[in-house]
C-alpha cells in the first residue's frame, strides 16, 4: 500500500496489469507533455482540454504506477507532521526535526507540535538536488582537470 501523506488521497501498489496499461499510457502521453499548450481529450461524448501541467502530472503518475509503485496526491498547502515530512524526504524523524529547529526548513508550532507545509518540504529537497548536483558536476570536473576519467 502506498504511503498517506497529509491530506491527500493514497492509492494502493497497482496490479501487473494496471502497471502494464499505465506504462502504455504514459508512452502514449510522451509526446504531449512537452508543449505548453492545452490538449483536447476525450471521455465518452465529451471532449475537454487538458492543460499541459495535468498532462505532466498524469505522465508521472502512470509512469510511477508502471514501475509498480503506489501514489499519493497532497495539496501544496497541505501541513505535515513530522513524522509524514520525514516519511517523504526518507530521512529520519529526528534528523527532520533538528532540519526544523535550525531553521533550514520553516515550520510552526501547534501546541507542542510542528507541523511542515508540504511545499517547504518540496522546496527543501529541491534546493538540497541542485546543490548536491553542483558539488557533483564541480567533482566531475576536477577529476577531468586532473586526467582520473
Not at 517523504?88 to 510552526?108: E, K, M, N, Y
Not at 507542542?112 to 557533483?136: F, K, M, N, Q
Request: net charge positive; glycine share 8%.
Amino acid at each position: 500500500m502506498a504511503t498517506r501523506i497529509g491530506a491527500g488521497t493514497a492509492y494502493g501498489i497497482p496490479s501487473e496489469r494496471d502497471a502494464a496499461v499505465a506504462g502504455r499510457a504514459g508512452r502514449a502521453l510522451e509526446a504531449l507533455v512537452e508543449g505548453t499548450q492545452p490538449v483536447p481529450a476525450r471521455f465518452g461524448d465529451e471532449t475537454v482540454d487538458l492543460p499541459a501541467p495535468a498532462l505532466r502530472l498524469l505522465r508521472d503518475i502512470l509512469d510511477r504506477m508502471a514501475h509498480g509503485k503506489g501514489v499519493a496526491l497532497t495539496p501544496l498547502h497541505a501541513e505535515l507532521t513530522t513524522r509524514q515530512a520525514a516519511e517523504f524526504l526518507q530521512v529520519s524523524r529526528t534528523h527532520l526535526v533538528q532540519l526544523l529547529d535550525a531553521g533550514r526548513i520553516p515550520c510552526r508550532k501547534v501546541g507542542s507540535h510542528r507541523r511542515v507545509r508540504a511545499e517547504d518540504i518540496l522546496a527543501w529537497r529541491r534546493e538540497t538536488e541542485r546543490r548536491r548536483r553542483e558539488a557533483l558536476d564541480g567533482l566531475t570536473a576536477r577529476d577531468q582537470k586532473l586526467g582520473l576519467q
